[in-house]
């Protein structure tokens, strides 16, 4: 690991010197290749960068410009150490002229992707926050914390929108592509890096907020920060704020220097830059390499590369260089005393969980598909269902097949909505997801684990109230704001409207044990869902592979067929099945110690079932197996939720 430590002396030449006297680090790359792998990862399919060296000072603003591949993102993830699986990286890294670690860069640099990526229901200050608990030291007091954030917010003008929700706003409110982009550089300044790396910061903006942006670059590198960018296209007036720039022309080194001295350096070559006309287009697409025209455009780029490497411009990345290593040499010794004493705490596991959890309440409560719209979903189908069965449930025959259609829809209801509207979870998420990953903001496991928790999504009473004044009145009373669990909300007022509309067995404690079973149901389909969802790379593809393991629960259920008769080969099926596990609970209820049931006729020949033992009979259900239903269930939902999480990990480690 590599330290910012002040140079004793400055030994760069007066033409490399930087505005200011830098205090800060000096970024460096030399003999730097980097290979693509096949999708086997066995043999290398393409270099995208081939034998490049640099330098990026602090206190300046350098940009990398080039066209469509020509390596500008392959570069900067390199040196940042951001590249994903399936990248070979050949060369050197230097920070103040030390070899460096992605453990140091992940630190002590900070990098700004192209793609704005949040959480659009958070506000302003709320995104803010939690990626201050996610990334600052442990040790930093809450007072400190805030004071930074409304500094932070002050100079990137985003002030007056800290209450504004990033995106979704029911209202309107939310913010501009300008103004993201802003938030996406003051998220990266809160640790306030030695080095940053800004991927196409200027990408989708107009040209007042691409200056904008720029503007707060600049000040940024005038406190001794080291900014590398790549940009496409950049106007005349961004293209004079950068203090250099870096040409690159199919993987190559084209250029590094002054913008001053790229023109000299160009001119020299015979491409003289016409009057009027943008600078940074013209020296793009003398490098641009045309799609199968390598004998023109290609010949180009390639003299203007060789006649690079023997510029006064490339033997001053090479004095610079040398003077680097030789600089660290002596201080090495110093470098290490000051990095032992410079030890950043990570915030423990503990409260990382805490602000995941915290983030996902809040994205699951401002969801409306989530709230107001799924209760009431939930109410109506209740209702309809359970005036299906007004005035059925008897015992008598016809009752028992009327309770056990009303046991099917409970179990049914709970257990197919829930398990295909959790698919789409982790394909939505995952780009964040990775992204965060990679950044060393948190583990896997306490994303998942987190997650898990925030789908037991809180619902307000008073929001329930507005749907349901009557049912939830008595609880509302006194406590209209209290927060209770959404995966609970749900099946109990799905449980409780049937159970009261179709006259199930009329004792508290069935009604309590049959709201514990349809939970328990729900909540491993939920985690089923879960499973799915990380294993599959799309919804598509899950559904594809869910519905034939649904017909599978469904048929051994119970009330199909028998369970005794199905054939040895899948009888082991109906110990996985949740669905028959929740539906023999149900019955258990319903039928054990029941001893009065009617017959309508006389007939021998029809069945005349009298007790409530011969009805769990019929189906082959255990009148003394509630507990190991109970138990098996919520094996089942550990299962699921650890293989979901087994290939989530192996996911984001493969991506």
């Known amino acids: 690991m590599v330290l910012d430590v002040p140079n004793a002396v400055d030994v760069r030449p007066e033409s490399a010197a930087p505005r200011h006297r830098a205090t800060g680090a000096t970024l460096s790359w030399q003999h730097l290749s980097v290979y693509a792998m096949d ?7 393409k270099q995208l960068v081939n034998s490049v060296r640099g330098v990026v000072l602090p206190g300046e603003l350098t940009a990398i410009l080039g066209g469509s591949g020509a390596g500008k993102s392959s570069l900067m993830t390199t040196l940042a150490f951001r590249t994903g699986p399936g990248i070979v990286v050949h060369g050197d890294v230097y920070v103040d002229g030390v070899s460096t670690t992605s453990s140091y860069m992940r630190c002590h640099s900070g990098f700004m992707h192209q793609e704005d990526m949040f959480i659009e229901t958070m506000t302003v ?19 400190d914390v805030r004071l930074r954030i409304d500094h932070l917010l002050r100079d990137v003008g985003l002030t ?25 550089f003051a998220t990266e300044l809160l640790t306030d890096p030695e080095i940053l ?7 989708g903006q107009d040209a007042h907020s691409a200056s904008v942006l720029v503007s707060h670059m600049i000040s940024f590198a005038s406190r001794d920060r080291t900014i590398l960018c790549t940009i496409h296209q950049p106007s005349s007036v961004i293209f004079d704020s950068f203090h250099r720039i870096i040409l690159l022309a199919g993987g190559r080194m084209a250029f590094a220097g002054t913008s001053a001295q ?15 006309y943008n600078l940074a287009d013209f020296l793009v697409a003398t490098l641009a390499i045309a799609p199968g025209d390598a004998d023109g455009s290609g010949r180009t780029a390639q003299k203007i590369c060789d006649a690079f490497l023997t510029s006064e411009a490339c033997n001053e990345i090479d004095v610079i260089l040398q003077r680097e290593l030789e600089i660290a040499r002596p201080q090495s010794v110093c470098k290490d005393s000051v990095r032992k004493s410079r030890v950043f705490e990570e915030p423990c596991c503990w409260l990382r969980l805490y602000w995941l959890i915290h983030r996902g309440f809040l994205q699951v409560l401002r969801d409306p598909s989530v709230q107001s719209i799924r ?11 359970g005036l299906c069965f007004v005035g059925a449930v008897n015992l008598d025959q016809l009752g028992i ?6 046991i099917y829809i409970l179990v049914c209801e709970n257990t197919f909505f829930p398990m295909y509207a959790t698919l789409a979870l982790i394909p939505q998420e995952l780009p964040l997801l990775l992204r965060e990953y990679r950044a060393g903001m948190y583990s896997i496991h306490l994303y998942y684990v987190a997650r898990m928790i925030s789908l037991v999504s809180k619902v307000s009473l008073r929001q329930l109230s507005r749907l349901l004044p009557t049912i939830l009145f008595a609880l509302s009373c006194r406590s209209r704001n209290f927060q209770i669990p959404g995966l609970l909300v749900e099946p109990v007022l799905f449980t409780v409207i049937i159970y009261w509309l179709t006259g199930l067995r009329p004792a508290i404690d069935a009604l309590g044990f049959t709201l514990l079973v349809v939970v328990f149901t729900m909540n491993v389909s939920t985690a089923c869902g879960c499973f799915f969802s990380a294993v599959y ?44 596990h929740s539906t023999e609970a149900l019955t258990i209820i319903q039928w054990r110690g029941v001893h009065n049931i009617s017959c309508e006729t006389s007939e021998p020949e029809l069945p005349c079932l009298t007790e409530g033992s011969q009805v769990l009979d019929r189906y082959d259900f255990d009148e003394g197996g509630f507990w190991t239903d109970i138990v098996l269930m919520a094996g089942i939902y550990a299962v699921f939720h650890l293989l979901a999480y087994v290939f989530l990990w192996k996911r984001c480690r493969s991506q």
């Open 375 to 385: 209760i009431l979903q939930k109410v109506s189908v209740a209702v309809v269902a």
């Open 125 to 143: 200050l709320e995104h803010i926050w939690f990626m201050a608990r996610m990334k600052l030291d442990g040790r930093i007091h809450t007072s």
């Open 262 to 276: 790229a023109v000299q350096f160009f001119s020299s070559q015979g491409y003289t830059c016409p009057r009027n």
């Open 537 to 580: 790379e799309s919804v598509p593809l899950a559904m594809a592979y869910l519905v034939p393991f649904d017909y599978i629960l469904m048929i051994t259920m119970g009330p199909f067929v028998k369970l005794s008769s199905l054939p040895i080969y899948v009888r082991w099926l109906k110990y996985f099945s949740w669905l028959l």
């Open 197 to 203: 790396f800004l991927d196409e910061p200027t990408t």
């Open 160 to 184: 007056e929108r800290r209450d504004i929700r990033i995106g979704g706003g029911d209202d309107g409110k939310v913010l501009s592509g300008g103004e993201k982009k802003r938030l996406a």
């Open 39 to 45: 999708r086997n990862r066995r043999t290398i399919s």
């Open 401 to 406: 097949q009327a309770t056990e259609g009303i």
